[in-house]
């Protein structure tokens, strides 16, 4: 059974930092991209970032270039995303979600074939 599981959400103040954990279960680590995305009330999911299977390519929403960093321990077991410099508008549930590719590079906000079931971040005084 296929399963990614996050974690590390909650609140922080403007400016404040998080980091994000997606725990991967179930499946040939080798062979997946994982994504993070976000959906804020009344808005649709995003793509927030992404991180190929081989760790080596990466990918970035403009909005949170320079500010969140997305990474995988060498187990490949697990993906994070650390969050600095916090703005209220990064408030949303946050998803992560794997695409099964042989392409070791891939690294796209798109065609994801399964998902978490979120964490919630909230970022306000």
């Known amino acids: 059974q296929l399963q990614l599981v996050e974690s590390g959400g909650g609140l922080v103040q403007p400016g404040g930092s998080l980091r994000l954990s997606c725990a991967a279960s179930?499946?040939?680590?080798?062979?997946?991209?994982i994504g993070w995305f976000r959906q804020a009330p009344g808005k649709e999911r995003e793509g927030v970032s992404c991180?190929?299977?081989?760790?080596?390519?990466?990918n970035y929403a403009d909005s949170v270039k320079g500010r969140f960093t997305i990474s995988k321990d060498n187990a490949k077991t697990t993906v994070y995303l650390q969050m600095n410099s916090l703005k209220p508008e990064d408030t949303a549930v946050y998803y992560c979600?794997?695409?099964?590719?042989?392409?070791?590079?891939?690294?796209?906000?798109?065609?994801?074939?399964?998902w978490g079931k979120g964490t919630l971040v909230t970022v306000s005084s």
């Open positions: 179930g499946f040939t680590q080798d062979y997946y991209a």
């Open positions: 979600a794997a695409r099964i590719t042989y392409d070791s590079n891939w690294a796209q906000f798109y065609g994801m074939d399964y």
């Open positions: 991180i190929s299977s081989s760790g080596g390519s990466t």
